[in-house]
């Protein structure tokens, strides 16, 4: 079952994702009841939210490998199946310290990972 947020809480799970090194620290401050309109002062944050906001965060920062592997594609098929050339995505998986090495865009591993169903959110 994945949970269910609006665009607004979305835009801004993702604007803060490059803010933040730390998995707790962003699953601590992404849960706050401001964020999400929960009613003031109540001080109970849903054991789903957090498990969806950890879900998220190691998708977010997963190597494109582990996201090949988590969707069951070959990186062959996942090139093939969002029109990538295959030489970058082998590039998104060299070793950082490799000539060739190119960081996969955020936004790149954020929509390929939604289009895959691996995404803990359904936005509504």
Sequence with gaps: MKLQITER????????LDAYTDADAYVSDMALPSIWGDEEGNPDIPAERIAALQRYWEI?????????KAAGLS?????M??????RTITNWTL??????YH??????KLMMAEC???????IV
């Design 95 to 100: 070793p950082e310290t490799s000539s060739n």
């Design 75 to 79: 990186f062959r098929r996942l090139a």
């Design 60 to 68: 977010a920062n997963m190597p494109v490998r582990e996201t090949a």
């Design 116 to 122: 895959l169903g691996l995404l803990p959110f359904e």
């Design 103 to 108: 960081l996969c865009p955020l936004y790149t």
């Design 81 to 86: 199946r969002f029109g990538i050339p295959q």
């Design 9 to 16: 809480i979305y835009a801004q799970l993702v604007a803060e």
